[in-house]
């Protein structure tokens, strides 16, 4: 018979680590090819235009950016949070609070000074999120409460909280549908290229990937909060106020989240209704796994699972393949390029006996 | 046991070690620390797979694949730490696994274990709720449960480490009177004395091989200690003389309960002083831990002052403790002192990360942290890879000296010491002594908490004896007597 062991192996050179997300898609490729088959489909084509439907031209190439767009922010915000062992599974909902801010921003202050309006909207929209994800961090440092579950079901929470705005403060007037009156113009992101829906919003999310990078390299807060996550005990023994550390980092994370629902409100929909988000704020999770919890990583998971996701109506049109293949891809995407991240330290033998 | 290999990614634990037992017999197997007598028993317990040799019982060969298997064989292992279900009672414990059919028949179990109990002078009572038992008591629990089970060979990891001097030499009896009925057991150890005192046979080993066996009657102490080493097992310390001045740190009254809400440190009060070594001396488990956890600001005191410099400083507080410069050497550097996946330089600026110049307004200084950490690795000279790798890729030793870099390389006043040299080699624990030595010459105070005794003896100016969380006497080095502090160590006072 033969038995397999999992053991640990050496480590491994730093360049792996480069390597592996690459290795982790090729072979996500492969293995998504046998439903391809199965639907009909010719593989190459069904790629080819994948790839070509995603970034073949600039029109494309910007709306796979545009799509990229809040996924680099649940993902940076999910990501941000694991790293200190804060389980943000909540970023859906704080993304939700930021929407509403953003809209009643937009709605209602009308007497603003225009110049004025973007930067409330980012402001209270980021804090919406932040002060939500405040919740469950309170109820961890302070009441040992497992914010896993806490922040899942805030999710829910602020569902509702939106719906009951949709249905009451925030009801478009006249409408019998749940969703709210449109932001006026002074609050749309600016289009920075014509011709397409390239806006600001992309900028904001690679400012936050800078920023993000930025705290957790350069700053003191960066390696504490590094250092909450990865020994809580030496972290408390050192002297580093790890409850402070855990609430400064669910606040940056909700913020995060919230600004992805400032961005679909200002950029997208321009306007707050129910099914806001297709759950950006779940896939952000799966994101910052697929991008190690790291911001560059996360950027560039960001924009595999944003290719996926433009590419698969083009692939659907040319090679007859369901749009379905997306969530597949993704599905697998995630478990290959976990079980290569397992296998950078551990390896498995096989022992005949 | 005949050439049994066991590897490990790239690094041979043991290689080709030989290892013979006869009826009726205690063989010493000795060794330092990752000298590979834990896995050689392991291996012989059937928790490793062998990747070479043979093991034979009785002359026939066998296979194990799991612990069961070594049980069936009559082996049994005793470990350091008592695998014991806390809540159960010791008939409970006794039969856990052994239940047979799907009813329990506690009366028959009650019977055997009874005549187990009488047999070889373990008395304890069935129905005794483990936790209210005594370590030594613990123990005995744990030889009943492997005679019930029918064991012929005992192994026993570091019986005595936790144990009160009288406790081992009831340990010793109970030995002889298993040895008398034929069983057969494997000591490990490396405590030498205790070693000569009950062995019959002794096997060395040094870096996964078998470098000698010897008949204890035809060894001595030196010879099996620099057997153990491969060279003169000597410390050459320098043991300089410094002007015990003023008071440096001050425990007035502490009182601290454990984790599980029992009082732990027992209105203890003590003085350190500069220039002298406090060795804080007790049996592993009697407040040791608590105390170190209360000084090091991990836990706040249920009532009691501490006093730095004369300075009162707030309880729980780990920032305030480390702002008045004492250095502390945590007793567990894995789950306390380090984060293992950070890299060795990011450990080193644990305790001075918010000061400047490592930072600088919430910034920190990258060009600062690498002199910081340059100057620690080569005054301390740790051995790593740079100080970019993860701290984890340091040995044991080399882990420690990361800690004592960092606590020591601001001068500090005081240095508060918790088991030091726990699970170091003779190498490594030598650099540690005279650190500790260094800074007393220095004009600090340290406060060395130790289980080992000779540890205390060799480096201390001063000796207190901690027993259930009280402090039970005082003496100097200089009068220092052995049987007197280990009856205050088992609680007898005189």
Known sequence: MISMSIVKRKPLPSWVILVIPVAAVFVTLLITSIPIIIAGGNVFKAYGALFYGALGSKFNLLETFVKASPLVLTG?????????????????????????????????????????????????????????????????TKLKVDDVVTTLLLNYVMLHIMGALLFGPLQMPGSAWPRSASIMDSAFYPILIARSRFHFGIIISFVAILAIWFINSKTVFGYQSRGVGINLEAAKFGGINTGMVILKTAIISGGLAGLAGVGEIAAIHHHL???????????????????????IGVALAAFFFSIISVGAQTMSRVAGIPIYITGIIEGVSLMTMLIFLLLTEYKIRWTKS | MRAVTKRFVDVIANDKVDLKLYPKEVVGLLGENGAGKTTLMNVLFGYYNLDGGKLLINGEEVTFSSPRDAINHGIAMIHQHFTLVQTQTVLENVMIGMEGSFFLDKKKATVKLLKIEQEFGLNLDPKAIVWTLSIGEQQKLEILKALYRGAKI?????????????????????????????????????????VMEICDRVVVLRTGKRVAGRKVSESSIP??????????????????????????????NLKGRNN???????????????????????????????????????????????????????????????????????????????????SVKENM?????????????????????????????????????????????????????????????????????????????????????????NQKTAGSGVLLISDDLDEIFLLSDRIIVMYEGKIMGEMSS?????????????????
């Open chain 2, 223 to 252: 010879e099996l200690a620099s057997l153990m080493v491969g060279r003169e097992l000597l410390e050459r310390l320098e043991k300089g003389e410094a002007k015990v001045g003023t008071p440096v740190l001050e425990a007035k």
């Open chain 2, 478 to 494: 200089k009068e220092a007597d052995r049987d007197k502090i280990g009856l205050w160590m088992s609680g007898v006072s005189s």
């Open chain 1, 76 to 140: 940076l915000a999910v990501a941000f949070a694991f790293r200190a062992r804060f389980w943000n599974i909540g970023a859906e909902g704080q993304l939700f609070a930021g929407a509403i801010a953003a809209t009643w921003v937009g709605v209602y202050f009308t007497w603003l000074p225009v110049f004025l309006i973007l930067p409330l909207m980012l402001l209270l929209g980021f804090l919406a999120g932040g002060l939500w994800a405040t919740i469950p961090a309170f109820l961890k």
């Open chain 2, 260 to 342: 599980r809400g029992l009082i732990a440190v027992d209105n203890l009060s003590f003085t350190l002083r500069e220039g002298e070594i406090l060795g804080v001396a007790g049996v592993s488990g009697n407040g040791q831990t608590e105390l170190s956890e209360i000084l090091f600001g991990q836990v706040k005191p249920e009532e009691g002052e501490i006093f730095v410099s004369g300075k009162s400083i707030p309880g729980g507080n780990p920032s305030a403790i480390i702002k008045t410069g004492m250095a502390r050497i945590p007793e567990d550097r894995i789950t306390t002192g380090l984060f293992m996946d950070l």
């Open chain 1, 273 to 295: 209704m129910m099914d806001i988000s297709p759950g950006y704020g779940y896939t952000g999770i799966v994101i910052a796994m697929l991008g190690n919890l790291h911001p």
């Open chain 2, 154 to 194: 005992l192994i026993m990891d570091e019986p005595t480490a936790v144990l009160a001097p009288i406790e081992t030499i009831e340990l010793f009896e109970t030995l002889h009177t298993l040895v008398d009925s034929g069983h057969s057991i494997i000591f490990i150890s490396h405590h030498l004395q205790e």
């Open chain 2, 349 to 437: 600026i644990l305790e001075s990360h918010v000061n400047e110049p490592i930072s600088k307004n919430g910034l920190i200084n990258m060009q600062e942290i690498r002199s910081f950490s340059q100057n620690c690795i080569d005054n301390f000279s740790v051995k790593t890879d740079g100080m970019d790798v993860p701290v984890k890729t340091l040995s044991g030793g080399n882990l420690q000296k990361v800690i004592l870099a960092r606590e020591l390389s601001g001068n500090p006043k005081v240095v508060v010491a918790c088991q030091p040299t726990r699970g170091l080699d003779v190498g490594a624990m030598e650099y540690v002594h005279q650190a500790m030595l």
